[in-house]
């Protein structure tokens, strides 16, 4: 899974994740921040408690 975002894309990312700390939305969008960080979805599956199709519906 590769995801690229841009840095603009990388910023608003980061300002919605600090809104969304107590919200569902949190996870998803640090999903795809470790997703563009080359991270792979299995690895953040185990550090997130979620399976890894999860990971992928988030993508």
Same mark, same amino acid.
């Given at each position: 899974?590769?995801?690229?975002l841009?840095?603009?894309? /990388?910023?608003?990312l /980061?300002?919605?994740?600090?809104?969304? /700390?107590?919200?569902?939305?949190?996870?998803?969008?640090?999903?795809?921040?470790?997703?563009?960080?080359? /991270?792979?979805?299995?690895?953040?599956?185990?550090?997130?408690?979620?399976?890894?199709?999860?990971?992928?519906r988030?993508?």
């Amino acid at each position: 899974m590769n995801v690229t975002l841009t840095e603009a894309e /990388r910023q608003h990312l /980061r300002q919605l994740q600090k809104q969304q /700390r107590d919200d569902a939305g949190y996870v998803k969008v640090t999903v795809i921040l470790l997703l563009d960080k080359g /991270r792979s979805a299995g690895s953040i599956a185990d550090d997130l408690g979620l399976d890894d199709g999860t990971v992928y519906r988030y993508e």
